[in-house]
């Protein structure tokens, strides 16, 4: 009966030693795990949720009557961290929220309700999407392929790079002749997030369009910057397992 | 912005006393607070909330689309500690809940979830409302002259009493004449649960049908049974403030 808490706890684990393996300070850097630090959150988050009607979330995320109750009481727990600092502080104190688009409607909801509690408009700064690596879309955990996971294997890395979509054309003389579309290429925008300089992404878009570059190149080039990239992480990663207690919000 | 939490902690303080001045055993009960003990509840309340759609809430307890999500996402929180001493044992463990009427509908939601989840049904006993002081109805904590608190003073208990409403006639000669309406009478009541045995209650019952009894009278009676009551569970709950933390379930 406990399986679900345990995966949870599991994911939850796992995204915590990532974090911390990009290189967060700890001095700075606080983690707030929902289902651990819930004490700290659930009275906050009882305050918000007296404050948003049904009518509310239901336009905002899209709710209906078959909507699971816990997908309803969710947003006050992702807004409550915007008011803890005020709470901590004991004074109004503003955040800000780096998140991605989808996180959007969540902050929206709360800049709402934020005055009336007493407390700053939390404001917010909009990462981008890094895309996946399928034909279009987003990166899914539950489709392993769209994604390079920071624990793959080189063979991983090397077979899920090999079949990404690109904006290539069916055949090499095509190519070579009318040139490829790195817009709609996953390998060229992970390049030019991941290792690329922009002249260098610059000019691969130039040799790209041209029909100077073929994807397998490209691919070759993301294979060796990737592999070398991943073996550093997952070094970084070991190391992060010894550093969580120095990360979580609330050690005990 | 604290205000409300801290009357919520107010509250929960003041029952915690009348708990323990009832005369519970400290080795036979643990009292859980939602806001203290939510790091137990809360994954147990997400499973439980995922179980559960908006539309069964509607039904069950006539939540609305302005509805706060407050209310809507509290029912996993009342049902969880049905479960919890199975996850506390670690096996199947049934749980036997004394509750009013008024509380009925979460244990059915809960009920219809249980098994589905690998829990045991809870079993449900009804405990009888003691009517309020006024016309029909139940007692309300915010109307204060439809209920005797246990921290009243006897000024207090006096004017409640005199005031509280009784089955008599407009005046005396009537009630001698018809008799009076125990059934309805909130003193009738308050004496038959309190302090009557039940053969001196089927006595004042006959003699309050036949006229020989004016509500004054009773009205005597339960003030002169209720001062040395209160007086006695005031000690107790004195008392109890020392042993508050012999009853938490968690002591942190």
């Given at each position: 009966m406990k399986k679900s808490f345990q995966d949870v706890s599991k994911h939850t684990t796992e995204n915590i030693y990532d974090i911390i393996a990009v290189g967060f300070d700890p001095k700075k850097t606080k983690i707030l795990v929902d289902t651990k630090d819930i004490k700290r959150i659930y009275p906050i988050a009882l305050e918000i949720a007296k404050r948003i009607t049904f009518s509310t979330v239901k336009a905002v995320f899209g709710f209906q009557n078959s909507t699971n109750i816990g997908m309803i009481g969710f947003p006050p727990i992702q807004a409550a961290p915007c008011f803890l600092p005020s709470v901590i502080e004991g004074k109004p104190t503003p955040v800000l929220i780096p998140a991605a688009i989808d996180q959007d409607p969540y902050w929206r909801v709360t800049r709402d309700i934020a005055e009336k509690?007493?407390?700053?408009?939390?404001a917010q700064i909009h990462s981008k999407f890094l895309p996946g690596l399928g034909m279009q879309g987003k990166m899914s955990s539950s489709i392993p392929e769209t994604a390079i996971f920071t624990?793959?294997?080189?063979?991983?890395?090397?077979?899920?790079?090999?079949?990404?979509?690109?904006?290539?054309?069916?055949?090499?003389?095509?190519?070579?002749?009318?040139?490829?579309?790195?817009?709609?290429?996953?390998?060229?925008?992970?390049?030019?997030?991941?290792?690329?300089?922009?002249?260098?992404?610059?000019?691969?878009?130039?040799?790209?369009?041209?029909?100077?570059?073929?994807?397998?190149?490209?691919?070759?080039?993301?294979?060796?910057?990737?592999?070398?990239?991943?073996?550093?992480?997952?070094?970084k990663r070991e190391k992060a397992k010894d550093q969580v207690d120095q990360f979580l919000f609330d050690k005990s």
């Open positions: 509690m007493g407390y700053p408009k939390p624990t793959d294997t080189e063979e991983a890395i090397d077979k899920k790079i090999s079949s990404a979509f690109t904006g290539g054309q069916p055949t090499v003389d095509m190519q070579r002749k009318l040139g490829a579309n790195f817009s709609i290429c996953s390998v060229f925008w992970y390049l030019r997030y991941f290792f690329d300089t922009e002249k260098e992404s610059d000019e691969r878009a130039r040799k790209c369009r041209a029909g100077e570059l073929l994807c397998g190149e490209c691919k070759c080039n993301l294979k060796d910057a990737t592999k070398p990239f991943i073996a550093d992480f997952k070094k």
